[in-house]
């Protein structure tokens, strides 16, 4: 092999190892808060927006509440086992970023379960009404967060 592609792959070998530390390290940090919602934040949001009776407000304030604490101790975890790959950068040991990975997917696969169910057991406390009203404003979310997606983050339109 001649010179210049060896040094021509070495180089594009570098930038890729380069580009996976930084990508790894961004992702270390952890998400910007999506999975760590206020309960209170959230019951006020449903409330105004969905029209909650008193009694739905208080169910659904009491299964909010409920999840995040059910969860407290996961994103507690999660966020422990961020660190702990963030700072295993200049020892990396493949075993137990490995062993770490894992736990952060069956982790991840928890939270995202309890989400769902929370938000099951909220949707059968709602009138047909508010459901529709729910569906909506779901939609819009999914298309707005699509759209940001699509644009490479920038939220201009």
């Given at each position: ?9 070495l ?8 580009l ?10 952890g998400p ?6 206020d309960?209170?934040?959230m019951?006020a ?10 009694e739905?407000?208080?169910?659904v304030?009491e299964l909010l509440n ?6 407290a101790?996961?994103?507690?975890r999660?966020r422990?086992?961020r ?6 950068q200049?020892d990396?040991?493949p075993?137990q970023?490995?062993a770490?990975?894992?736990?952060i997917?069956?982790?991840t ?5 309890q ?5 099951a057991?909220?949707?059968q406390?709602?009138t047909?009404?508010q459901?529709q009203k729910?569906e ?8 707005r967060?699509?759209?940001w997606?699509r ?6 339109e």
């Amino acid at each position: 092999m001649n010179m210049s592609l060896k040094k021509s792959l070495l180089g594009a070998a570098f930038a890729a190892i380069s580009l996976l530390i930084l990508s790894t390290a961004a992702w270390s940090k952890g998400p910007g808060g999506g999975m760590d919602h206020d309960p209170v934040r959230m019951m006020a949001h449903m409330s105004d927006r969905l029209d909650l009776t008193e009694e739905q407000q208080a169910q659904v304030g009491e299964l909010l509440n409920a999840s995040s604490q059910d969860s407290a101790a996961d994103r507690k975890r999660l966020r422990e086992l961020r660190e702990e790959l963030r700072q295993s950068q200049g020892d990396f040991n493949p075993e137990q970023a490995q062993a770490a990975a894992d736990e952060i997917g069956q982790i991840t696969s928890r939270m995202v379960f309890q989400a769902a169910s929370t938000q099951a057991q909220v949707y059968q406390l709602l009138t047909p009404e508010q459901r529709q009203k729910m569906e909506s404003m779901m939609a819009a979310r999914a298309e707005r967060r699509g759209k940001w997606r699509r644009d490479g983050g920038s939220k201009e339109e």
